[in-house]
């Protein structure tokens, strides 16, 4: 059977044995008696701290197993050395004379072993009580896992302001590096620090336990010990019931797993994660919307009213109910219990504190809809696309930025899957109605190319879902050609792109948009501006050309013979655009025979 699957009490039996037969052997001596009297009294030593350790761990549930393992394993080892050489002193013989008892090592490691039981017993006898900073010799020659060790000791034993105490230690031993983090999670730091949070014994103690694990949770392999050991449903339960403050830690916690692990992504959505993050992100909205409710919500507004009068009436009758089951309960709805305990907790608070939740929030839900169809269907399931725009609408700063670039996830989830394109971006959605309108709002009222890019990013997701005379989008976007900002002007040229890419149903009519919008001049004068327009905007113009080659603008600007220069010199940077651009050649040659004699070999601006 392997040591780790072993009882803690059988862990310990067997060096107990091991001493008793060293006690023996030191008995049995005829040679080197001063010797062996010495190892028997360090023996001694060692047994009358091992039965301690016997008895103090039948005595405790929470026991912390890891440095009682390791050093009673070491310990073991030593009184296995002890006892081969005591037993060679049991007769006097030839050995005498060229056998000295114990080399110097090995005394010194039993002498060790004494040492690491004595630091063993003095974090173990307080049940953890506070950190221990002497060093076991077990582990001199790395004291940051007897830290861990004592740190870990004090969460899991220790009384409530000791498992904060441990928790920070651990907090600021996993700040210094990625090494720490690592021996912590090896040590078996993870589940000690989620069952802080689940027992929620105070605010306070929540937070320091969300501000380990979030510290840690930097890693995939990390997040994935966090996941196994049942992290997700406890997480998920803390962001649901818990005052507003560790709400915020719990959504930030939620958005770093989920950032670094795909996996945990889907096992959050799965524990039903994105209810509580879109109902804490719009708490303060919902009177507003009440009277624009869909049927279905009304109908869900009445259930949530019966479950409350149903949750009064077991008070009521049952004196002896628990009042914070009642709290949870109420926790748990979103729309009719107005009057119920968090929402009103939710309303005094400071409005500072009710910014970060949000933020949080906005951050979590980001993180969860990023490169997942799944995820992004299940926030517009539930009102969360609507939420955002209201939020993009409303707020300024980071909480407007993550939900704009939660909102950009979520049309690119759209872009690749026909089927959520279809259910969550109608044409009649008021939720997709105001998306669009507030990304216009951002790419045409705010000079800021931070919020601009995901805003014409997400319209350009969004190009197969607008119909042929789209003006109203497509304008901004040419407009934002001539942006001083390059990466404003690049992503205009990628969206664009979109909408006139073959790919497209409608590309023909987008494209006659364009060029009627004086698109074409815009595009000429970004292909020689720097490397990154220049690519997307030779896309866009060989676009334009193959879908719009017989328009006039088109050959009053000299398009092919730009396209003739690009060939002979972008080509050779952009070698994958080659047989692009010989098909807009070709395409404009039907229609300009004999144009492309007056080419001057360069980007020929007009």
Known sequence: MDSGDKRIEEELSHPIVLSERVRSAVDEAESFKNECAEVGKQVDRLAQMLRTAVRFATA??????????????????????????????????????????????????????????????????????????????????????????????????????DRIEGTNELTSLAADNE?????????????????????????????????????????????????????????????????????????????????????????????????????LLSFETFMDEVGRQSIHSIVQINRNLEKKTLVDKTVEYNPN??????????????????????????????????????????????????????????????????????????????????????????????????????????????????????????????????????????????????PARATRVIGPLVVKLESRHVNVAAEAAISLGKFVCPENFLCMEHSRTVIELNGVPLVLKILGENEKTQMYGLILLCYLALHAGSSEVVDQARVLTVLEGADRTMIALHPELKDLVGKAISHLNLYHAGMGVHSKGHLGLP
């Open 60 to 161: 405790t549930p929470t026991l912390y197993e890891r440095p009682i393992r390791r050093v009673v394993a070491e310990v073991s080892k030593n009184l296995e050395r002890a006892l081969t050489l005591v037993r060679k002193c049991k007769r006097q013989s030839a050995l005498r004379r060229v056998m000295t008892i114990t080399s110097v090592a090995d005394f010194r490691k039993l002498v060790a072993s004494v040492g690491d039981m004595k630091w063993l017993l003095t974090i173990f006898e307080c049940n953890g009580g506070g950190i221990v900073l002497s060093l076991p010799p077990i582990v001199s020659n790395d004291p940051i896992i007897a830290w861990v060790w004592s740190s870990i000791a004090s969460i899991q034993m220790g009384q409530l302001h």
């Open 179 to 279: 090494r720490n983090k690592n021996i912590i999670v090896e040590e078996g730091g993870i589940p000690p620090l989620l069952k802080l949070l689940k027992e929620g014994p105070s605010p306070e103690a929540q937070i320091v336990a969300i501000k380990a694990l979030y510290t840690l949770a930097n890693d995939p392999n990390r997040v994935r010990t966090i996941v196994q050991e049942h992290g997700i449903p406890i997480i998920v339960q803390t962001l649901a019931n818990s005052p507003m403050v560790v709400q915020t830690q719990a959504a930030g916690l939620v958005a770093r797993m989920a950032m670094h692990d795909p996996l945990a992504q889907e096992d959050f959505a799965r524990e039903k994660v994105i209810r509580p993050l879109v109902t």
């Open 321 to 466: 109910a628990s009042s914070q089951w009642k709290s949870n309960s109420l926790c748990y709805m979103e729309g009719g219990s107005r009057g119920g305990n968090c929402r009103k907790e939710r309303e005094n608070e400071r409005p500072e504190i009710k910014l970060k939740l949000k933020i949080s929030c906005g951050e979590a839900l980001w993180m969860l809809a990023k490169g997942s169809v799944s995820n992004s269907r299940r926030i517009c399931e539930t009102k969360g696309l609507l939420c955002m725009a209201k939020m993009v609408e409303k707020e300024e700063g980071e909480l407007q930025l993550n939900c704009l670039m939660c909102i950009m996830e979520i049309t690119a989830a759209a872009e690749s899957n026909a089927d959520l394109r279809r259910a969550a971006f109608k044409t009649n959605s008021p939720a997709a109605k105001a998306v669009v309108d507030q990304m216009l709002r951002v790419i045409n009222d705010l000079d800021n190319p931070t919020l601009q890019v995901p805003a014409i990013r997400s319209i350009g997701s969004l190009a197969r879902t607008f």
